[in-house]
Structure formats: C-alpha cells, structure tokens
C-alpha cells in the first residue's frame, strides 16, 4: 500500500523522523496510514474522518513533562481501581466516524479491552475511548482542539477534558451538556465515570 502511494506521489522515505511536505495534507486509506505509521514510529499521526492526514509536530520539553504527569496520575488510579485499561499519547483509535485519533491519555473498561481479540489489541483500538484527554502545546491552535473534543464526545466518549497550561483552564465535555471551563483549577474530578480519580492540576501548570 505505502509503495503504491508513494509511487503514485513520488515520494522518499528517508528518514523515521521525516515526513516529506508532499504528504502533509495527503488523503489515504486506514491501511496506508497504518503503513506509514509504522515507517514513521517517531512521529505523532492522525487522520480525520475525511482520510486526509495529520502531522502533529513534536512538543516542547515542558508539555512533555505536563503529558508524562498525566499519565502518571491516570495510570496510578488505574492500577489502584483495576475497572480499565488506560493509554499513552501513542495509541490510535479508530473512532466511529472513521478518524484515527490519538488522545494525549485515554482509558476503556475492562469488558471493551477484554471483547477485543489479540490481533485486534496489537492494532489501533476500534472504537473511541470513554475517556480522553488532550494537553494543549504551544503549537496547538486552541479551535482546532475544540473541534476535536466534540469529535470525542460526538462518537461514543464520556468524558472529555481539555486541558490548557498556558491559560490554565480545562474544559470538561459530557455528552448533552454544555462545556464547563475551569479557571486555573488545582483539581479537574473524573466522577462518576473515573470514581475517586481527581486530576491534580497543580503538577501541570
């Protein structure tokens, strides 16, 4: 599949960690954009529910801290509660609408893990997680994240945060009910989908 779409862009591949302009914006099937996921394992990819391809730039050193905090605080709760599963920013979802996505931290109960079958868990995970949360950067266009978070709760999530270092705010997506926007919150709670799990903020900021 990346062969044929390369020959039909005449496009290189040369490096893990470059993505030739041509591609940028490209359009392309779920499988070709597994292929070039897996040539190109050092970059963060998505593709919308259009096929059109997304390359996300890497972060900064301090989103970087702020994403590996969260995930701490997530994956704590989860071991210490055993209902789910919990993911990295490193893991696609294969959402309804037919975008892949990877959230920045995402958690599943464990009878949507457990209904999957080990072909299934080692590829992108077929639906949108119950929970997800994205962490703003500073290239991140703050409409676009929005958007994206509607597309969450949209196709099946529960819950949904979006969190802001550089303005301090989270804002906290249901479905059918409007966003809440924290101001400069110390705790952002996950009930009563996430029991007892509250976000300490103030390791982020």
Request: proline share 8%.
């Amino acid at each position: 599949m990346v062969k044929n779409f390369q020959m039909a862009h005449n496009l290189t591949l040369p490096d893990d960690d470059y993505i030739p302009p041509e591609l940028i914006g490209a359009h392309m099937t779920h499988e070709q954009f597994e292929q070039v996921c897996s040539e190109y394992r050092k970059l963060r990819l998505e593709l919308t529910s259009s096929g059109e391809l997304i390359v996300m730039p890497p972060t900064g050193a301090l989103t970087g801290i702020c994403n590996l905090n969260l995930n701490y605080q997530l994956e704590e709760w989860t071991r210490q509660h055993a209902t789910g599963v919990c993911f990295g920013n490193t893991v696609g979802f294969i959402l309804p609408n037919n975008a892949i996505r990877e959230p920045d931290a995402s958690w599943i109960p464990n009878e949507k893990w457990n209904s999957l079958t080990q072909e299934q868990k080692a590829r992108f995970v077929p639906f949108c997680p119950d929970f997800v949360a994205e962490l703003r950067s500073r290239t991140d266009r703050l409409p676009a994240l929005l958007r994206k978070m509607e597309e969450y709760i949209d196709n099946g999530a529960s819950l949904g945060w979006l969190i802001d270092p550089s303005t301090r705010r989270v804002y906290v997506y249901r479905p059918d009910e409007d966003v809440i926007v924290l101001e400069n919150p110390e705790t952002v709670s996950g009930e009563p989908l996430l029991p007892g799990f509250a976000l300490n903020l103030t390791k982020l900021w």
